[in-house]
């Protein structure tokens, strides 16, 4: 079976149904009508360009372009996590803790996978290395930057009880405990219900992709479920030494509690 | 009967040339089981002082407790020995005995506090009890020198004078040198054998008058 082609016009239509949208909540004052164009546009834009730069690398395949490619996906990744945050680590730590936490986790996972997993010939094989790498970078930062803003904006708001048990004797593990649980589940917790609900409510892009282009389910699912199981290690891992760095860098040597590391919000 | 003094843990907690915020030069020597208070106009850094003891606060100087400086204990040991009770006490948990780790019926009752309150919720304290419950859960944690500010700031006078006497007890039974920041003069000639007073960025000792 073939793909059936898509036209532009045809992309034009469903265009139309979010300009249908934001017109709608224009009207009805709710505010989300500019960023939800701005982001269609963008969706449009940086889509049709990676189509353009995915053609090249494919055609060369050469290991320094693959490489440059996903170094320069990292730091978009890591630019992302820290404008998502309403408190950032001053002296770029947000952005210094994003990026590392999101390379050391994405990219060994990525790397792990290629080699002894899926094992494709070479390793670096842009067919599977960039996708791969795109999904779990893309949920390894959503994970990364909810778990961050949630740990910085409940150290400010509970910093006089953070205080208050470190006056009693609690070493700052301890006394930033329930802030860092917190944090831990607010980056977690969309990944273990997209684990939950998939297949049941609904079925995963990839797999739906692979089926769409020709694939037996059987071995979409397959891929679907190695996916899956990435993921969450790589957003797992990645959310796991954020909020664990973050919440070393909000205290000092003498375990002092240091909200002046913490810029004031934006906006 | 008084509960004889526990002289082991009696140390001294003394200051030289502490300076934080607006303050310089403070020296002062706590002796152990004697309370000190300390006085001065709002916004003197009276707290902000109490923090730099407790080490919540970067600061110069030499603090040491007995003959142990600060530097050399980590900063949650300094704090278990250093313990200060700030004004306004802070509560983690949804009812009041999750923060207690030691057994205190004896305190509640001394401090007038009803024997089943560690069962309660801590939405349900008044700031009054808030204060002694706090004043009950630093020092369940025995530590060895005592910072207070304002502990009886919410608190009617016979329950004022019930926590006094119950505070300088203990103070004497542990040989804990205590720091209490006070404002009432009353308050001050009941409690304190030294009371020192902010004047501007100094520390002045007052004599009795």
């Known amino acids: 079976m073939d793909v059936i082609a898509l036209d532009w016009w045809q992309l034009g239509l469903a265009a139309l149904m979010v300009v249908a949208l934001a017109a709608c909540t224009t009207l009805a004052r709710l505010g989300v009508g500019r960023p939800l164009l701005i982001a269609a546009v963008r969706t449009a834009v940086q889509l049709t360009l990676i189509g353009l730069v995915l053609e090249a690398l494919f055609a060369s395949a050469r290991f320094q372009w693959v490489a440059m490619m996903a170094v320069a996906m990292l730091l978009i990744a890591g630019r992302e996590v820290m404008t998502r945050q309403r408190r950032r680590l001053t002296g770029g730590w947000s952005f210094g803790i994003g990026t590392l936490t999101m390379f050391l986790s994405s990219f060994s996972v990525t790397i792990l996978t290629l080699t002894v997993i899926v094992g494709p010939q070479p390793w670096y094989t842009p067919q599977y290395a960039i996708p791969l790498l795109g999904m779990l970078l893309g949920n390894t930062m959503t994970g990364v930057s909810l778990a961050m803003d949630r740990l910085t904006a409940n150290v400010w708001q509970q910093r006089s009880v953070i205080e208050n048990r470190l006056m009693l004797g609690q070493p700052w593990q301890e006394a930033i405990g329930d802030v860092r649980r917190e944090a831990m589940r607010s980056g977690m917790i969309p990944t273990i219900n997209s684990m939950a609900a998939a297949g049941v409510v609904s079925l995963p892009g990839m797999m739906t992709g692979q089926i769409l282009a020709g694939s037996a389910p059987a071995l979409a699912v397959k891929y679907q479920i190695l996916v899956m199981f990435i993921i969450t290690a790589g957003t797992g891992f990645g959310t796991l030494a954020a909020v664990a760095a973050t919440s070393r860098r909000l205290f000092d040597q003498r375990e002092r509690l240091r909200v002046d590391r913490l810029s004031p919000p934006k906006g | ?209």
Not at chain 2, 49 to 70: C, K, T, V, W
Not at chain 2, 85 to 107: K, L, M, N
Not at chain 2, 122 to 143: F, H, M, N, T
Not at chain 2, 165 to 187: F, I, K, N, S
Request: hydrophobic share 40%; net charge negative; proline share 7%.
């Open chain 2, 1 to 209: 009967m008084p509960a004889p003094p526990d002289t082991q843990a009696a140390t001294s907690l003394s200051l030289e040339a502490v300076a934080v915020g607006a303050l310089e030069d403070v020296s002062l020597n706590l002796a152990p089981g004697e309370i000190t208070c300390l006085s001065g106009p709002s916004g003197s850094g009276k707290s902000r002082l109490l923090r730099a003891i407790a080490d919540l606060e970067p600061h110069e100087g030499d603090i040491r407790l007995g003959e142990q400086p600060q530097a050399t204990l980590s900063g949650h040991a300094w704090r278990r020995a250093v313990m200060l009770v700030p004004a306004d006490s802070q509560w983690w948990a949804e009812d009041v005995g999750a923060h207690f780790d030691h057994d205190c019926q004896a305190g509640l009752e001394a401090l007038g506090l009803c024997p089943e309150t560690l069962g309660w919720q801590v939405a349900r304290l008044s700031s009054g009890e808030k204060q002694r419950l706090a004043l009950l859960r630093a020092l369940s944690r025995r530590p060895r020198a005592l910072l207070l500010d304002e502990p009886t700031a919410n608190l009617d006078h016979a329950t004022t004078l019930r926590c006094e006497t119950w505070l300088g007890e203990r103070a004497r039974q542990y040989g804990m040198p205590v720091l209490w920041v006070a404002h009432d003069p009353e308050q001050i000639k009941r409690v304190a054998k030294h009371h020192v007073r902010i004047t501007g960025s100094r520390l002045e000792t007052t004599p009795w008058t």
